[in-house]
Structures are given as structure tokens and as C-alpha cells.
């Protein structure tokens, strides 16, 4: 089954860096879109980037150009690099995994872990 396992949440100050780590497993995936979402208390979960099979990458307006998402297949690994960080950013976030085959979608997401942003 495929499942996604995240890492690289914690706390951090304003101006300071992170980067969130997402490992897919029990699937190919270099078949996966692949995306960041975020949710923060009493707020609807919101996109933050996404990067296709192919490569191509999304952002939100609040996070462009403070933010890179990216994907390494060999380790079947997704990342948000992100920098800049503040009080705003600071919620759960969550590694997504997307596949469409035929007439069908498969979609899959991790936990979420948590990113602070205080000082």
C-alpha cells in the first residue's frame, strides 16, 4: 500500500529555514504528482506547492519565491525547502501523492507534521 512518510517539521524562528522531507513507498514514484498542503488552526488546508511527474512546479502566492519544492525519484523523495519562514507559516503540513491511470485517480496523503514559527 502506498503510503507517505514525512520529516523535517519542528520550530523555528522567524526569518529561519526548513525543509520538509516526504518518502513514498509501496509505489512507483516517479508516476506521482506530487504536493505540499498546509493547515492551520481554525483555516481550510491550503495549497503550498506542487511538482508533477514531469517536473513542473506550482506555488502559492504566499510562499513564492520563499519556498522550492522538488523531488529526487531515485529516493523516492519529495522536499519543501523553506525559507524566510514566518509566524504565517506555521502549521501542519502535509506530503500529497496523486496518480491518474486510465479512468482512475489514486490519492494519498501523509500525517502531517508540524512546522512552528516563533520566537
Known amino acids: 500500500q502506498v503510503q507517505l512518510v514525512e520529516s523535517g517539521g519542528g520550530l523555528v524562528q522567524p526569518g529561519g529555514s526548513l525543509r520538509l522531507s516526504c518518502v513514498l513507498s509501496g509505489g512507483t514514484f516517479s508516476y506521482y504528482d506530487m504536493g505540499w498542503y498546509r493547515q492551520a488552526p481554525g483555516k481550510q488546508r491550503e495549497l503550498v506547492a506542487t511538482i508533477t511527474s514531469a517536473g513542473s512546479t506550482n506555488y502559492a502566492d504566499s510562499v513564492k519565491g520563499r519556498s522550492t519544492i522538488s523531488r529526487d525519484n531515485a529516493k523516492d523523495t519529495v522536499y519543501l525547502q523553506m525559507n524566510s519562514l514566518k509566524p504565517e507559516d506555521t502549521a501542519v503540513y502535509y506530503c500529497?501523492?496523486?496518480?491518474?491511470?486510465?479512468?482512475?485517480?489514486?490519492?494519498?496523503w501523509g500525517q502531517g507534521t508540524q512546522v512552528t514559527v516563533s520566537s
Open positions: 500529497y501523492a496523486q496518480r491518474r491511470r486510465l479512468v482512475f485517480e489514486y490519492d494519498y
